[in-house]
């Protein structure tokens, strides 16, 4: 097998990984009662990371157009979720900030997937993960110079 065809295998073994983790997650916010998407989860927890941010951090975060994080924003704003609020050095830009009820979420969502998480590596060691999370950084860099 080449280098290419290896690579080809390990993007897609990535694309299958996530959306498994993603199905386990739906899973569980449905048993649980939990009203938010993986998309809303996505948005969640860069707020959780740093509350007030612009718009357009949060759609490069997660890499979404800005159609996209528009629909997904009045969602998350029609549920309570977070706020918009104007940016003040710059009217055109728009402020993200959690609601009581975006960061109530996070102690309620947070130990899920903690336990989620733990549950999709109890068969990996540490050190592999950390092996992994070196590729994948090194990969990423790679592609981001160009």
């Known amino acids: 097998m080449t280098k290419n065809q290896t690579f080809s295998d390990f993007t897609d073994s990535l694309g299958i990984l996530k959306g498994a983790f ?7 916010f449905k048993e649980n009662d939990i009203p938010l998407t993986t998309e809303m989860l996505q ?18 975060a997660i890499s979404k157009d800005k159609v996209s994080i528009v629909y997904l924003l009045d969602n998350m704003t029609k549920r309570g ?5 104007e940016d003040i050095a710059d009217r ?17 969502v947070e130990p899920l997937l903690n336990e989620l998480m733990a549950d999709a590596v109890r068969n990996v060691s540490k050190d592999d993960l950390a092996k992994a999370t070196g590729i994948f950084q090194t990969i990423i860099k790679t592609l981001q110079e160009g």
């Open 22 to 28: 993603k199905a386990r997650i739906r899973a569980a």
């Open 92 to 108: 055109r830009n728009k402020i993200i900030i959690l609601t009581a009820e975006g960061k109530k979420m996070r102690s309620i």
């Open 43 to 60: 948005v969640m927890r860069v707020l959780w990371k740093k509350d007030g941010v612009k718009q357009q951090e949060i759609a490069d």
């Open 81 to 85: 979720f977070l706020e918009r609020r």
